[in-house]
């Protein structure tokens, strides 16, 4: 299976603090995105690498990739309780299914 | 800015009832899926859809779901007879392209069966 499984299931952290979550998958990858899903609701793109890139940044997101280990990971820096949510590592198999890990859940404690 | 619409947002059926789960993707996008998610659990993939056929399922989606796009815009998804473990969110979503591309995904409608 091409499908990311994301580490931890759940953490729980203090407003401030930097939350990191991993992701490992099967197979080679073209690249790697991460969603997040607000309780209930749809999942939203958040940021993508592709598997020529080691490091990406996006506002207070960074992600970083080892193709080598097969595993990607997502840094919140400077999180806020607006970042409780759940986050998913998806890979593309091709264009015709994007397969999503189990998800880890973050909380956020203001 | 232009986002996939789902309808109804939560839907309840009795078992054995056919239900029809509608999207309504962003108008310029190629490829379509649908997705579901059991109360906490993983998002599953169950089909895509593109020109016009479907292209990929998973073993989820068997004789009992179907998929259309009747009219060009809309594009549904049916099940014929459902069953109590049919209980779940329903995603669909959209890309302008294939691999590579990111997914923009609906509110999802809830599905309970009793």
């Known amino acids: 299976s091409q499908q990311g499984e994301e580490d931890p299931q759940a953490l729980s952290i203090q407003e401030g603090e930097n939350a990191t979550m991993n992701c490992s998958y099967k197979t080679s990858i073209n690249n790697l995105q991460w969603y997040r899903q607000n309780s209930g609701r749809g999942l939203v793109h958040l940021i993508l690498i592709r598997s020529n890139e080691r490091e990406k940044h996006s506002g207070r997101l960074r992600v970083t990739l080892d193709t080598s280990k097969k595993s990607s990971s997502l840094l919140i820096t400077a999180s806020r309780a607006a970042d409780t949510a759940s986050y998913f590592c998806?890979?593309?198999?091709?264009?015709?299914?994007?397969?999503f890990g189990a998800g880890t859940t973050v909380t956020v404690r203001a | 800015e232009p986002e996939v619409t789902q309808t109804p947002s939560h839907q309840v059926t009795q078992m054995g009832q056919e239900v029809i789960l509608r999207c309504v993707p962003i108008s310029n996008h190629l490829y379509f899926y649908w997705y579901r998610q059991i109360l906490g659990q993983k998002v599953e993939f169950l089909v895509s859809f593109y020109n016009n056929e479907i292209s990929e399922k998973s073993e989820i989606f068997d004789d009992q779901f179907s998929v259309e796009r009747p009219d060009g815009s809309n594009f549904t998804l049916k099940i014929r007879s459902t069953k109590l473990e049919d209980s779940a969110m329903y995603f669909c979503?959209?890309?302008?392209?294939?691999?590579?591309?990111?997914?923009?995904f609906g509110q999802g409608t809830r599905l309970t069966v009793v």
């Open positions: 979503a959209s890309r302008d392209r294939g691999m590579a591309a990111e997914a923009f």
């Open positions: 998806a890979t593309d198999a091709n264009d015709y299914k994007l397969s």
